[in-house]
């Protein structure tokens, strides 16, 4: 058995009943529903303003119902409503963007997963600690701009997609930079850019074992980020600079990979490592999240940044990927959070999966 996440009355809107999967209108919504649906449950969508209409273009992945407010910031008020219904919320990375992680980790609602990784996550110097103390490889940090003897990529804190991001070749050219808050100066690591879906569950006792549970691989994706995936068309960085172009690092969608295969092992290695020191340092990192990283020429994987929920890329998905399909036929990271509610009510053992 595991650690139990949730105080036993916050689950007590569960007993006896199918939980009603809740998610925010957002990011990787239509996944989840679907999800929730081929699994048999019925679904809340939850949105700010009014009820969002795409849903009507994709039947299949519409919720049952939605539940709206007028701003994002007055969904706790939904909470009573949400008990009643016996809602489970499933997080996603706009939801606790939007809404703000101490909104959300104060919501007194069931949530699927530990609430306590949003902490953890959210803060760079934490989430670096963790990793590093796991045994990732990460990408160099400087403390002092003298000690730079490569490529460089300067990060602002908190900056969304990369915003404001300065790169810099060499120590000289970091006198262009000129900071308009706190940053962090990162070597830039050379190589290719994998986003590894993974899941943990705590609950099964088949597969990669890990921790009491076992980990699975859903998928693979890599990010469009704009504006530097097309940057080099228009020449060379230097040019740019001086026309006052920088590079930006938005995600505006995503393209699947698979990762040559001799590399998996180390991949599978690096997760478990970083799943089991979750456990010792806050009680566990439940069900889905994403490696992020650059596997250099001399094939070492440098993580970059974790995300602790479900990713947008796992939309590529929905009906399997190359390596889900080596699990189980037609499974999503959507569908398998599902399975996961579904199986945990069967053992009687929600607590441990939703906090
Ligand atoms: P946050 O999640 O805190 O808002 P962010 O998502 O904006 O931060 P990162 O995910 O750290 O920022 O980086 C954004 C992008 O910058 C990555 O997807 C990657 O393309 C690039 N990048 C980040 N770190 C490095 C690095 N050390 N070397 C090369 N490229 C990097």
């Given at each position: 058995m595991g650690i139990s996440l949730a105080p036993p009355e916050r689950l007590?809107?569960?007993?006896g009943r199918l939980p009603t999967i809740t998610t925010l209108c957002s990011h990787s919504s239509l996944q989840i529903f679907h999800g929730a649906r081929k699994e048999g449950f019925r679904t809340i969508g939850l949105a700010a303003g009014p009820t969002p209409r795409f849903y009507d273009a994709f039947p299949l992945a519409r919720p049952d119902q939605f539940v709206t407010v007028p701003k994002i910031v007055e969904l706790p008020s939904t909470a009573p409503h949400l008990r009643s219904e016996g809602a489970i919320i499933v997080p996603h990375g706009s939801f606790v963007e939007y809404m703000g992680a101490e909104a959300f980790t104060a919501w007194d609602v069931p949530v699927y997963g530990n609430r306590k990784v949003i902490g953890w996550e959210a803060d760079r110097e934490k989430s670096r600690e963790w990793l590093v103390s796991a045994g990732a490889t990460m990408p160099r940090r400087y403390g002092d701009a003298s000690e730079i003897d490569g490529p460089v990529i300067v990060k602002y804190y908190g900056a969304k997609g990369g915003k404001g991001f300065f790169l810099a070749k060499s120590r000289e050219a970091l006198d262009d930079f000129h900071p308009t808050g706190p940053y962090v100066i990162q070597e830039y690591v050379l190589g290719t850019r994998y986003y590894m879906h993974f899941f943990y569950s705590p609950i099964s006792d088949r597969g990669y074992r890990v921790g009491h549970g076992s980990l699975e691989l859903l998928g693979m994706d890599r990010r469009d980020e704009a504006n530097i995936d097309e940057l080099y068309k228009l020449g060379s960085q230097e040019e740019l600079l001086k026309a006052g172009i920088r590079p930006t690092f938005v995600v505006t969608g995503n393209v699947p990979v698979v990762l040559r295969e001799s590399l998996l092992p180390r991949a599978f290695e690096v997760a478990a490592k970083i799943v089991e020191r979750s456990i010792e340092l806050f009680g566990g990192m439940i069900g889905p999240f994403c490696l992020e990283g650059i596997m250099t020429e001399e094939l070492e994987f440098k993580v970059f940044e974790i995300s602790t929920r479900i990713v947008?890329?796992?939309?590529?998905?929905?009906?399997?990927?190359p390596y889900s399909d080596l699990v189980e036929p037609n499974l999503s990271t959507g569908r398998r959070i599902a399975q996961e509610i579904k199986r945990a009510q069967e053992l009687g053992r929600l607590s441990e999966i939703v906090s």
């Amino acid at each position: 058995m595991g650690i139990s996440l949730a105080p036993p009355e916050r689950l007590a809107t569960l007993n006896g009943r199918l939980p009603t999967i809740t998610t925010l209108c957002s990011h990787s919504s239509l996944q989840i529903f679907h999800g929730a649906r081929k699994e048999g449950f019925r679904t809340i969508g939850l949105a700010a303003g009014p009820t969002p209409r795409f849903y009507d273009a994709f039947p299949l992945a519409r919720p049952d119902q939605f539940v709206t407010v007028p701003k994002i910031v007055e969904l706790p008020s939904t909470a009573p409503h949400l008990r009643s219904e016996g809602a489970i919320i499933v997080p996603h990375g706009s939801f606790v963007e939007y809404m703000g992680a101490e909104a959300f980790t104060a919501w007194d609602v069931p949530v699927y997963g530990n609430r306590k990784v949003i902490g953890w996550e959210a803060d760079r110097e934490k989430s670096r600690e963790w990793l590093v103390s796991a045994g990732a490889t990460m990408p160099r940090r400087y403390g002092d701009a003298s000690e730079i003897d490569g490529p460089v990529i300067v990060k602002y804190y908190g900056a969304k997609g990369g915003k404001g991001f300065f790169l810099a070749k060499s120590r000289e050219a970091l006198d262009d930079f000129h900071p308009t808050g706190p940053y962090v100066i990162q070597e830039y690591v050379l190589g290719t850019r994998y986003y590894m879906h993974f899941f943990y569950s705590p609950i099964s006792d088949r597969g990669y074992r890990v921790g009491h549970g076992s980990l699975e691989l859903l998928g693979m994706d890599r990010r469009d980020e704009a504006n530097i995936d097309e940057l080099y068309k228009l020449g060379s960085q230097e040019e740019l600079l001086k026309a006052g172009i920088r590079p930006t690092f938005v995600v505006t969608g995503n393209v699947p990979v698979v990762l040559r295969e001799s590399l998996l092992p180390r991949a599978f290695e690096v997760a478990a490592k970083i799943v089991e020191r979750s456990i010792e340092l806050f009680g566990g990192m439940i069900g889905p999240f994403c490696l992020e990283g650059i596997m250099t020429e001399e094939l070492e994987f440098k993580v970059f940044e974790i995300s602790t929920r479900i990713v947008a890329g796992t939309n590529l998905f929905i009906s399997g990927s190359p390596y889900s399909d080596l699990v189980e036929p037609n499974l999503s990271t959507g569908r398998r959070i599902a399975q996961e509610i579904k199986r945990a009510q069967e053992l009687g053992r929600l607590s441990e999966i939703v906090s």
